[in-house]
């Protein structure tokens, strides 16, 4: 596997993992999220951290994006004609 294929593959995990934990931090509230999330409390509470959700999923998709530029082809035939 080339450096670039392995590069988009690991971008592409990341930004896996990252949508899934923006997706945690909106639709739970900050006691349910797991302990080790910034913003994690013990009481219980109401507040959801929409924000750091929002955040995640924008660099989940900034990095799948990276992904997708990373594997495009690399050579642009040239025409002739």
Do not use: Q
Not at 8 to 31: K, M, P, T
Not at 45 to 51: E, L, N, P, T
Not at 53 to 72: K, M, N, S, V
Request: proline share 5%; glycine share 8%.
């Amino acid at each position: 596997m080339r450096n670039d294929r392995l590069l988009a593959a690991l971008a592409a995990l990341l930004g896996l993992a990252l949508i899934a934990v923006g997706v945690i931090y909106i639709a739970l509230n900050e006691h349910d999220i797991p302990s080790f999330f910034p913003g994690h409390v013990s009481h219980p509470a109401s507040h959801h951290h929409v924000k750091h959700g929002i955040a995640a999923i924008l660099l989940g998709l900034a990095c799948l994006a990276f992904a997708w530029f990373r594997t495009g082809p690399r050579d642009r035939a040239v025409s002739r004609a």
